[in-house]
């Protein structure tokens, strides 16, 4: 015992720490794994008697996942982007050419005072954030990011799309009107005016897609879209594809339209009041909408996650890792070996000032660049969803970057002007569309017998 | 004629686009210093006070600093002659007093630097080979050349710097620091000017440091030190 005092003694205080978390992990996967022996079979039955639950708690889960990283990216894509446009070089001090920003950005706003002004009604103000990210997060579950890779197919997913969606507008007006501040309010309203101001021609232009696949569910969209990239609707759609990305723009509070906060010149709108963490889930929010916007235009006009030509030279790769038995045990243990000294071998040759350890070193990474692009390659040959997913990802950040361009290139309208846009030629073009849409649809079918 | 609605934005989209693959303004200067000569150390110049007069005391600490001897304080007198006249930081304050003579437009005598009288090279030839061309040995070699040519030519200790390495203003520091070097012929009148006065082992000492050694015999009571 005393051994064992002194020993603890000498440790040093972080040391402790880790060390109990170290048994407390031992003792808790333990207990886990006991559990999963005792009562998995009746867990494993419990699920699936109730897949449809498992399913929605899954995605669900995925989908606030995936939105950290992604708005991370996004506001790093932003930050370089527009700092490489002004021929500035942008962020680079955090991390590999600055990509740790944005997590220094998160962890700054986490570390601010979380500010509720007098007056203000503390639970319409602590919501308003939670409605506007929430309406976001819940538009990416019908979201078909790859075949088999979606939260939920609904029949109707376009309409729960714009649905959800606009609750948006409630949370920014709830914002708002809870701030106890009349220019928060004033900015709730405006911000209230040009969503959904933009909200109309956003929902025509896309029924002329509605309309020429006969169907809601993204899911019929897409593969509606399926085979080359003369089939994607934006070929038969132009003008909705216009009118729609527009639309987007405004709707996702991006500038030329980014009335809604204009930082530069009226005071941040319905986010006056707010600070620390509820500010950032506002535009947290936004830069996830962003992508949602991106991955709907994506959708409905570019094919989804269809390639735009099929692969001339189609490789199939029949290896099941699975079926090597045992024997995948032994090349997991011995490939890294091996492959590590193969790789070191040339650096060990080529170069013989340095040091035998160096070049063990750059061979071992060049042996995982190797393994992880030889695994990634594999799930790509093997896997449908993994090349859906890449397709849909590549359209998807091209139309964030466009994003991105816009704002670096334009500047902002005025509020009269966004809404004369709005109502006198948007709408006006995306009902063309649509009237143009259904003739032609009537005409084709007629002449089809 | 306008443009037709549309075509303004696609040009700025163009712009911007150009813009984002044109190399960029930044300068990256801790990381990336600016690519200039290895040895570069910025433009020299001289500054002024606030009253518009030149700020340099000739202290000499830039010309003994410079790696390369490129600064040489001097210039031309009122007769049109050049004078370089850096030494060993021990004689700063002396030669304050020297350039003060100087700025005030009188000659100051420097025998050894009024011109560059020729010498036979063969003899100081013989002594640096004697002596390895070992900048360490200077005093040997300065020894040698005063007995081989009675004094220290400046071509002489031109040659020297050149054939050893070492800098101009460590040798004439050097050979100014020693009072049994002179730089002018024994019988030159302006060399005798400064040794003249006195006759025997005092010569060539400067007269703070008689007067100090006065003082320190008086301390020590009467046993000389240094004094015949």
Redesign the interface.
Known sequence: MTAVGRAWRRVTLPGKVVLVLAALAVVASGLLAAAAVLFGPPIVAFLEANLPLVRFVVAATAVLLVTVPTAFLIIYMEMKVIALMNLRIGPDRVGPFGTALSVVHGLKVLAKEDFTPTGADPVVFTMAPVVVFMATVMSLLVMPFAPGLFGQDFNIALLYFFAVGGFTVVGLLMGGWASFNKYSLLGGLRSAAQIVSYEIPLVLSAAGVVMLAGTMSLNGIVERQAGSILDWYVWQQPLAFLVFFIAATAEANRTPFDLTEADSEIVAGFATEYSGMRFGFFFFAEYVNVFVVSALTTTLFFGGWNAPFDWPWPVTLALDPGSLGILLLVGLAVVPVVGTLVFAAPFWLARSDWPTWQALLAGFVVFNLVAVAAVLGWAFVSFDWVVGLAWFMAKTYLFVFVFVWLRATLPRVRIDQLMDFAWKWLMELAFLNMFVTAGALLVVDQLRG | MTKPPGLG?VE??A???R??F?P???I?YPEVPADVPHRFRGRLQLLYDEYGTLKCETCFQCAQACPVECIDMGGFDTRGRYHVHWGPPETYAERREESALRRSGRTVPDPAYEHWTPIDPAPLEAILEAHEYDPARLLEILEATQAAYGYLPVAALRRISQATGAWYAMIYGTASYYRQFRFAPPGDSAGDAADADSSGGAAARRPSEDAYLAALATALGGRGVGQP
């Open positions: 934005i700025g989209l712009l911007t686009l813009r984002f044109a960029k303004a930044t990256r």
